[in-house]
């Protein structure tokens, strides 16, 4: 049972940070109707310049800081140079172009940072475990994952809901044309929320750094999860994408967790370990396909779409 | 009325007017045939596998432009065909079973019959939530390869044997080998013609442009849809049983989700809906490549830029360039 929470904890800090590299991709695709494969090199950039910038610093929150804000130029500036130009072209065409761009910067990270990958190290009083339940210790560092991270859920919504630019992103999103009739700078607004889903990209980045190594294609297994997540939810939906991130990171954590002992009931201890593993790893696309059979568009389809 | 201007019809067989299409595709096509000699008379025996790979992944290349190109079916796991049809080689050979006649079929059937059910169940969706559910899928057998422990794993496994054909056919000879891969991309293409130019390439083409139109005039688009998505699937299982012969070795990253996307942008750089556009993509792209990597170490950071390039900039690929037309 405790095993089982312990798990459980997993797929929820998992779906948190899939949320975050989620979010920020159905909003591109929301508004800017913009397929982008990059989206997981921002993701690798956020985690390279914590490692970096953390190093420089001497202090991981310093560094964390200053990742966040390189990731959202960075995310800004490409918008403003490269993919701006994709903008209303078909999605095939925005396929090609962000898998160039995709190629372009795990190349540019090999260039800058080298082949052989970064660590980035976490405080010390962020190394603990915490008593969660009676018997049960979790890292503190996975905990605060979760909780900074339902802190920027909570964010984005007063953002999107409650402030003007919000409210510009809600009808970006049902009517572009209309909203650029209306005098609003459409151009300014989306490098902005490219900037934002960027910042958000960078930040899933550099919250998983100090868990996993800093590598080059880090991005792109997460992406295509992060796509899974998207399409799950219904593109151009936040709320849905919300849903989708904690379903897809259960599905995942617990398959991983509990598939091999499940087949070990009725098979051998190696059959069921390798097909254990094998169908842990297509359980997110599993349930990615049996969501679009039964719902082609999603759980939760953006109006207007 | 004035009589109708003499135009070259636009898939090129017509031995009409030489246009600029119709030159380069017959300079293209002159140049492979001669790859061999090149490579025997320089010695020069990496051209050869390089233009063995080129023109394989061609055939992959025009079986996604079949489906990508003419009927709109943008699939983002075409690899997994590729994969499939090397794992039934692969497989067959290590279980003992080394005989091209059982492997082929059996690659060729696998292939189909895993385009059938992915079809089937992919062509529910539409735009990009059909890009996803193939990615989904190709994901899966990529997973179901790793798990493969008997079959090497993730660390795939080596082929002793290449398919063999009775006396009929040496694949183990290179030359043999590159010739026979050249024959069947020229097959390949005169079937991919001729489907194009049917009836059923008709609805196929006029699904592609407006679905709702075609079911409206009677035609059950997704039947006609899911059986061209499996000839597609057919064919690049046939791509895959080759690819596995001319490496000698399977592994899971033959389907990795980047390969679909390198197949993506064969077929989109050579040009959509030309007869020889994924010809001309395969080639470029490797070419390019293999160029590039002997420049520097950093390819990809010119590879990719040029690729955004083309999407910005190209319609209708290098075929589109060079003939003036715009794809759709």
């Known amino acids: ?305 | 009325m004035s009589p109708a201007p003499k135009v070259a019809v636009k898939t090129g067989w017509s031995i009409g007017p030489v246009t600029p299409r119709v030159g380069l595709n017959i300079a293209m096509i002159a140049t492979l045939a001669v790859v061999p000699v090149y490579a025997a008379l320089t010695g020069n025996a990496f051209a050869l596998t390089l233009f063995t790979r080129v023109v394989i992944l061609a055939i992959a290349a025009l079986s996604l432009n079949l489906i990508m190109g003419f009927g709109g079916m943008v699939s983002f796991g075409h690899a997994a065909y590729l994969g499939i049809g090397g794992y039934a080689v692969g497989i067959l050979a290590k279980e003992g079973i080394g005989s091209g006649f059982v492997q082929w079929p059996i690659a060729v059937a696998a292939a189909a019959l895993y385009a059938l059910i992915v079809g089937a169940l992919s062509l529910r969706t539409r735009g990009v939530y059909f890009i996803m559910i193939t990615l989904a899928f190709a994901q899966m057998i990529y997973y179901v390869a790793i798990g493969l422990d008997r079959y090497g794993g993730d660390d795939g496994l080596t082929i002793y044997h290449r398919s063999s054909f009775g006396g009929l056919i040496n694949l183990s000879n290179r030359i043999v080998f590159y010739y026979f891969c050249f024959g069947l991309l020229l097959v390949g293409i005169y079937l991919v013609w001729r489907i194009v130019n049917s009836r059923f390439g008709m609805v196929i083409r006029g699904a592609r442009s407006n679905e709702r139109r075609m079911r409206a005039i009677g035609f059950p688009t997704f039947r006609y849809q899911l059986v061209c998505f499996v000839i597609a699937g057919a064919m690049c299982g046939l791509a895959g049983a080759l690819l596995a012969n001319h490496t000698d070795f399977i592994s899971p990253a033959m389907m990795h989700w980047t390969r679909s996307g390198d197949l993506i942008v064969m077929v989109v750089l050579g040009g959509m809906q030309a007869m020889f556009g994924p010809l001309i993509g395969a080639l470029t792209f490797l070419i390019l490549e293999e160029g590039l990597s002997r420049l520097t170490e950093y390819s990809n950071l010119i590879l990719g830029p040029l690729l955004l390039v083309v999407a910005i900039s190209i319609h209708g690929g290098i075929d589109g360039l060079i003939t003036g037309q715009r794809g759709g």
């Open chain 1, 1 to 305: 049972m405790l095993y089982f929470f312990e798990q459980f904890l997993n797929g929820i800090q998992l779906g948190m940070l899939l949320f975050l590299l989620a979010a920020g991709l159905t909003l591109i695709f929301g508004i800017m109707d913009l397929v982008n494969l990059a989206h997981g090199s921002l993701y690798m950039l956020g985690a390279y310049f914590a490692a970096t910038f953390a190093d420089w610093t001497d202090s991981f929150l310093l560094g964390a800081m200053l990742a966040l804000a390189a990731t959202a130029l960075t995310g800004m500036l490409l918008e403003v140079v490269a993919v701006r130009r994709l903008y209303g072209r078909s999605h095939l065409d925005h396929v090609l172009g962000t898998f160039g761009l995709l190629l372009f910067f795990n190349e540019l990270v090999r260039l800058i940072w080298g082949p052989a990958g970064m660590t980035l190290s976490l405080p010390s009083e962020m190394l603990n475990a915490v008593e969660v339940l009676p018997g049960l210790f979790y890292p503190l560092y996975r905990l605060v994952i979760i909780g900074v991270t339902l802190v920027v859920a909570v964010l984005m919504y007063l953002l999107i809901m409650r402030t003007r630019l919000g409210m510009l992103i809600r009808a970006g999103a049902s009517n572009r044309e209309m909203v650029g009739a209306l005098g609003i700078n459409i151009k300014l607004l989306y490098t902005m929320v490219f900037g934002l889903g960027a910042a958000l990209a960078g930040f899933a980045g550099l919250m998983q750094a100090p868990i996993l190594t800093v590598q080059i294609g880090m991005g792109e297994n997460i992406l295509i999860a992060a796509f899974v997540v998207v399409t799950i939810g219904g593109i151009g939906s936040i709320r849905g994408a919300f849903v989708a991130s904690l379903l897809v990171g259960l599905a995942d954590t617990v398959g991983r967790s509990f598939m091999p002992d499940l087949l070990h009931t009725f098979l051998t201890e190696s059959a069921s370990s390798s097909l254990g593993r094998a169908l842990s790893s297509m359980m997110i696309y599993l349930v990615m396909a049996l969501v679009l059979i039964a719902r082609p568009e999603g759980l939760f389809p953006a109006a207007g779409k």
